[in-house]
């Protein structure tokens, strides 16, 4: 199995036409590469074997990258286009599962009719036919497979839900809203919020990963994304699923994944001004240490990250709105 690095130097000057406005800064010890691709807007990613599989929401495709390094569409053509803020919905991941591609897709884009695929979970055989296992999501943002079926965060209604291969579903938890601090929201606004008042916001669930049979889930926040209100809960698999603090204090994080000494890494969204919306250059990739809890920077001054992919003991992936794909290998 070739190591992913050697697929991105095949791909040559093919993925690096074009390159991205400005590069993140990798952390000592790791070596950063950048693959740019011109209006994309990459979002999910997973491993398939030696292929990289990578969700794209500006034309609503599944990407693979294979022996070749090409990167390449295939599949069918979901749903995609602006949602009602102006941000991209579409097929935000996917994930190889037996025999077949398991995607989850967005909600209906502002200006598109209804479509039976609109957020739902999706299966796609190897004749690239499509089955909907639940359209019963408002907006199911990321997915794991488990207990003969998958757990989605639907972001929308703020919990994650158990899902059956034959579409029979429950809801796990329903997030409480998040409590703010109101001296901080006087920052934002001192007329509206005053300084004895009490503020919350809905929890926003994102990302989601299962490690040692709990259910690690990003809590984003929602608006207006406050710096350092955004959080990593746990729940247990089995038994009652109250949510357990992992992570706190941070900018908006959008997606998790677990290194092999057990670390975990927590991607950041950035930080947010309600005039020009989420800083560039603001978003992180962290990783916290699984004993201490203590956490470094990975990778800094990323823009609207979306995705982390683990993709073996040495090699990281990162994903991003502008159609960067970020790869980071431990030296």
């Known amino acids: 199995m070739r190591p992913l690095l050697a ?10 036409a074009g390159s991205a406005a400005a590069e993140p800064v990798a952390a000592a010890g790791y070596r950063l590469e950048t693959v740019h691709v011109p209006g ?3 979002a999910g990613l997973a491993r398939d074997g030696g292929s990289l599989l990578v969700t794209e929401l500006a034309s609503g495709r599944l990407y693979r990258r294979g022996e070749d390094g090409r990167l390449q569409p295939f599949g069918p053509v979901f749903p995609h286009g602006p949602d009602v803020i102006g941000d991209p919905t579409g097929p935000y991941r996917v994930a190889r599962v037996g025999a077949e591609l398991i995607v989850a897709q967005g909600w209906t884009p502002a200006s598109a009719e209804a479509d039976p695929r609109d957020h739902s979970l999706v299966a796609i055989d190897a004749a690239g036919k499509t089955r909907i296992i639940s359209n ?24 994650v839900e158990h899902v059956r291969s034959d579409g029979r579903k429950r809801t796990v938890v329903s997030f409480r809203r998040l409590p703010q601090a109101a001296d901080t929201l006087q920052n934002l606004s001192p007329t509206e919020f005053a300084a004895d008042s009490s503020y919350e916001v809905d929890a926003v669930p994102t990302g989601i990963a299962l490690h040692e049979r709990r259910l690690h889930v990003a809590l984003f926040g929602g608006f207006p994304f406050l710096a350092g209100a955004g959080t990593v809960v746990s729940i247990p698999t089995g038994g009652a699923p109250e949510p357990r603090l992992e992570v706190d204090g941070l900018n908006a994080p959008v997606a998790i994944a677990f290194a092999n000494d057990g670390g975990m890494f927590v991607l950041e969204h950035g930080t947010y001004d309600q005039k020009q919306g989420f800083a560039k250059g603001s978003g992180r990739l962290l990783k916290i240490d699984a004993a201490t809890k203590s956490r470094s920077t990975i990778l800094d001054g990323l823009t609207r990250p979306v995705s982390v992919l683990v993709w073996d003991a040495r090699q990281l992936v990162v994903s991003d709105l502008a159609g960067n794909l970020y790869l980071l290998t431990l030296q």
């Open 7 to 16: 697929l991105i130097a095949a791909a040559g000057a093919l993925l690096l």
């Open 136 to 159: 019963d999501f408002w907006n199911p943002f990321d997915f794991v497979a488990a207990d003969q079926g998958f757990y989605v965060v639907d972001a929308a209604r703020n919990s």
């Open 40 to 42: 994309a807007a990459f």
